[in-house]
């Protein structure tokens, strides 16, 4: 297969506070001359990809948030109007369609303190998906058995909250 793009970092570090944009684009495509279609998207062949994050760091405390965008995966659309032929899945062109995009909103926290000599303690939390927006990570199809056939999405987290306590002796 074929890759090319360009990558693009930003860094700004202050006395507490680091921040950065980072971006990426890619075109990333398989190529089989003995097949009908003999070029078409890598199933990894995400065009577009940006993340900005921060964090914010002093003696006791660290907190961070990140946002990240990327355009949609590749996958391979079922023919809608033949789905089923000779009781096998009857497929479009190989990764002719593209995923909705993702994005994701990142938050976390940590208090640092001290319990005794040697001893340190952490309390945090982090969230992951913020705002909670449904990403599909990848979609592909099932046969059934009566010759109907079944579309399965693989979702990545939604709202997701944790928490941390943790002592270093």
Known sequence: YRIYGTDFLLRKKFEHLSSWVS???SHNNYR???LSVNEFPNN????HHLTV???YQNEHFQF??????HSGRPYTMIDLEDPVVDQNLNYESPNGHRQKEYFRVDLSGKYLFPIGEDINGQIGFSIWNLTNYINVLR???QLQDEGTYTRIDEHGLRFTPNSVMRINF
């Open 23 to 25: 971006y990426a684009w």
């Open 32 to 34: 089989f001359s003995q």
């Open 44 to 47: 990894l062949d995400v065009r």
């Open 53 to 55: 994050g921060s964090t």
């Open 64 to 69: 961070s948030t990140s946002i990240n965008w």
């Open 139 to 141: 979609s592909y199809y």
